[in-house]
């Protein structure tokens, strides 16, 4: 059995950390295309349906797209905060290395 890192070791793969980033972008924007797509339906939705019946589809397809609208923005703020928080990261060690005439040794 191997013995676990140092607890205060944090160990960062930047590529990986960046790709999930894109891979979260890229799910806010299919969650904002979706988002569109019901507020669509909703209006059809009321007028295809009558009465009460056309008003609570519609009402309940206007709270799926607020839902997911809200998916999305919450997707891309996390992504725009990981890669932040990456080139941060990056920046803090190159800025360490250059204190001390040295380069960055890679991902941490």
Excluded: F, K, N, Y
Excluded at 53 to 78: I, P, V
Excluded at 81 to 97: E, F, N, Q
Aim: charged share 20%.
């Amino acid at each position: 059995m191997s013995t676990p890192g140092h607890p205060d070791v944090l160990r960062l793969r930047p590529d990986a950390v960046l790709a999930l980033a894109g891979e979260l972008t890229s799910l806010a924007a299919e969650l904002h295309e979706d988002a569109d797509s019901s507020r669509g339906a909703a209006g059809s939705l009321a007028r295809a349906l009558d009465g009460d019946d056309g008003a609570t589809a519609a009402s309940a397809a206007t709270a799926w797209a607020e839902l997911g609208q809200l998916l999305a923005e919450r997707a891309d703020a996390l992504a725009r905060t990981v890669a932040g928080a990456v080139r941060a990261s990056l920046d803090h060690d190159a800025g360490i290395a250059g204190s001390v005439g040295g380069h960055p040794r890679g991902p941490r």
